[in-house]
């Protein structure tokens, strides 16, 4: 009796848990994907039902498309059966249509070590550990392969050391950057200050020259009245210049007409005139002569030498 009981009970509940995946057959297979992506585990329970004699009941065939339990039936296995298949056919239905669930696979801890030796650079070491581990597990040590998956704070304290060292790279990167504005900024200061202080010059030197020009021009200024007066002068020197030229002009036309009395007089007294000559040349030669004397004695002379060449060209 109290097997037929538990044998009861446990079909009535494979009953039940069948009809409820065949009226929320969707629902169900959603809630129980995402229990099994967050919980990461399930368990499976273990029920024997034993079968009944076929002897004691009568089979009906019911249609695909009457999932419906007959009024008045009360034929547990055939309930069962129905059960059975409609959750076949949903768990066909789902595996057409509904797709798994991603979840992340932690990682298994031999390769946590084979990728923390190889990121340390520690080659022998890695090798020594790998020889050792399959050995092991070559001759049957099976129970490192139960030892299980790393923990998560593990992977993410590797997540977090591989971004510090990506975030440890980009300052690296953006001081390089830094530095090199920085230099580019000083060597740019630089220049700003070398053109700054040559403006500085040029522009004393524009003050200067300023300066210079406005005490030339009063220096200039201080000799425009004596540059007047040597103008006063060269005008005035000019024109005793031009009245000394006439004064000589008329002075060689004087001289001109003395020289031609002279010659009448030398004419009309050709006997006594060489006796006068000689007796007024004593004269002279004892008197001091003035600047009129001289230059008749002067223009006598010149005459006698014209006489004298036209006589030889007569002869």
């Given at each position: 009796?109290?097997?037929?009981r538990g044998?009861?009970?446990?079909?009535?509940?494979?009953?039940?848990?069948?009809?409820?995946?065949?009226?929320?057959?969707?629902?169900?297979?959603?809630?129980?994907a995402?229990?099994?992506?967050a919980?990461?585990?399930?368990?499976?329970?273990?029920?024997?039902?034993?079968?009944?004699?076929?002897?004691d009941y009568?089979?009906?065939?019911?249609p695909?498309d009457?999932?419906?339990?007959?009024e008045?039936?009360?034929?547990?296995?055939?309930?069962?059966?129905?059960?059975?298949?409609?959750?076949?056919?949903?768990e066909?239905?789902?595996r057409?249509?509904?797709?798994?669930s991603?979840?992340a696979?932690?990682?298994?801890?031999?390769?946590?070590?084979?990728?923390?030796?190889?990121?340390?650079?520690?080659?022998?070491?890695?090798?020594?550990?790998?020889?050792?581990?399959?050995?092991?597990?070559?001759?049957?040590?099976?129970?490192?392969?139960t030892?299980?998956?790393?923990p998560?704070?593990?992977?993410?304290?590797?997540?977090l050391?591989?971004?510090?060292?990506?975030?440890?790279?980009?300052?690296?990167?953006?001081?390089?950057?830094?530095?090199?504005?920085?230099?580019?900024?000083?060597?740019?200061q630089?220049?700003?200050?070398f053109?700054?202080?040559?403006?500085?010059?040029?522009?004393?030197?524009?003050?200067?020259?300023?300066?210079?020009?406005?005490?030339?021009?009063?220096?200039?200024?201080?000799?425009?009245?004596?540059?007047?007066v040597?103008?006063?002068k060269?005008?005035?020197?000019?024109?005793?210049?031009?009245?000394?030229?006439?004064?000589?002009?008329?002075?060689?036309?004087?001289?001109?007409g003395?020289?031609?009395?002279?010659?009448?007089?030398?004419?009309?007294?050709?006997?006594h005139?060489?006796?006068?000559k000689v007796d007024r040349?004593r004269e002279?030669?004892n008197?001091?002569?003035g600047?009129?004397?001289?230059?008749?004695?002067?223009?006598?002379?010149?005459?006698?030498?014209?006489?004298?060449m036209?006589?030889n060209?007569?002869?």
């Amino acid at each position: 009796m109290a097997a037929q009981r538990g044998m009861r009970s446990s079909a009535v509940r494979v009953l039940e848990e069948a009809l409820g995946m065949g009226l929320t057959a969707a629902e169900d297979a959603r809630d129980t994907a995402d229990a099994v992506a967050a919980e990461g585990a399930y368990y499976l329970e273990q029920v024997t039902i034993t079968e009944a004699s076929e002897d004691d009941y009568e089979y009906e065939e019911i249609p695909d498309d009457n999932f419906s339990i007959p009024e008045g039936e009360e034929d547990l296995a055939k309930a069962i059966q129905m059960a059975q298949e409609q959750a076949t056919d949903t768990e066909i239905l789902e595996r057409k249509t509904v797709l798994p669930s991603k979840h992340a696979v932690p990682e298994v801890i031999e390769d946590f070590l084979c990728n923390f030796l190889i990121k340390m650079g520690m080659t022998r070491t890695l090798d020594c550990f790998q020889s050792e581990w399959y050995e092991l597990i070559q001759k049957g040590v099976t129970e490192l392969r139960t030892v299980g998956n790393v923990p998560d704070v593990y992977t993410q304290i590797m997540l977090l050391e591989n971004e510090n060292k990506n975030l440890k790279k980009d300052l690296k990167h953006y001081k390089q950057a830094a530095d090199k504005a920085r230099e580019d900024l000083l060597k740019i200061q630089k220049e700003r200050d070398f053109h700054r202080m040559h403006h500085k010059r040029i522009v004393q030197e524009k003050n200067k020259l300023i300066n210079d020009l406005k005490g030339l021009k009063l220096h200039y200024a201080s000799y425009e009245p004596t540059i007047r007066v040597l103008h006063e002068k060269h005008h005035t020197l000019l024109k005793e210049k031009m009245l000394t030229s006439l004064e000589r002009d008329k002075v060689v036309g004087q001289i001109s007409g003395l020289q031609e009395t002279l010659k009448n007089l030398q004419t009309r007294h050709s006997y006594h005139a060489p006796q006068i000559k000689v007796d007024r040349s004593r004269e002279k030669e004892n008197a001091p002569e003035g600047p009129t004397q001289k230059g008749l004695r002067e223009a006598r002379e010149q005459n006698k030498c014209k006489t004298k060449m036209k006589g030889n060209t007569k002869v």
